[in-house]
């Protein structure tokens, strides 16, 4: 398994930027797709983003198409989340995961290894 340590979470005004990162030690981090799900008390944990190995295939859930940017930088072990135009409805924790499917998935249950989590809160 990979070890995942997210990194870039705070509070933001609405209609702010904030880039969260998340760094892999461990095996290959190449060899991972991943994803950022979010997390709000008493609900489930959902998909936000996904990137695949090469980093050539992205996927987005529809509430933050547009806003959002997943990438990832394999030289550097590291996946990130740069959300612009942020909404108080993005106020969460988010986490990043690492999954052995070629493309990655929206389902938490298809990723292997999981960071701690980062506390994103936006003010309105």
């Known amino acids: 398994q990979v070890q995942l340590v997210e990194s870039g979470g705070g509070l933001v005004q609405a209609g702010g930027s904030l880039r969260l990162s998340c760094t892999a030690s461990?095996?290959?981090?190449?060899?991972?797709?991943m994803g950022w799900f979010r997390q709000t008390p008493g609900k489930e944990r959902d998909v936000v983003a996904y990137?695949?190995?090469?980093?050539?295939?992205?996927h987005y859930v529809d509430s933050v198409k547009g806003r959002f940017t997943i990438s990832r930088d394999n030289a550097k072990n590291t996946v990130y989340l740069q959300m612009n135009s942020v909404k108080s409805e993005d106020t969460a924790v988010y986490y990043c995961?690492?999954?052995?499917?070629?493309?990655?998935?929206?389902?938490?249950?298809?990723?292997?290894?999981w960071g701690q989590g980062t506390q994103v809160t936006v003010s309105s």
């Open positions: 995961a690492a999954s052995s499917k070629f493309f990655g998935s929206r389902s938490e249950h298809d990723y292997e290894s």
């Open positions: 461990g095996r290959t981090f190449s060899t991972y797709s």
């Open positions: 990137i695949s190995r090469s980093g050539a295939y992205t």
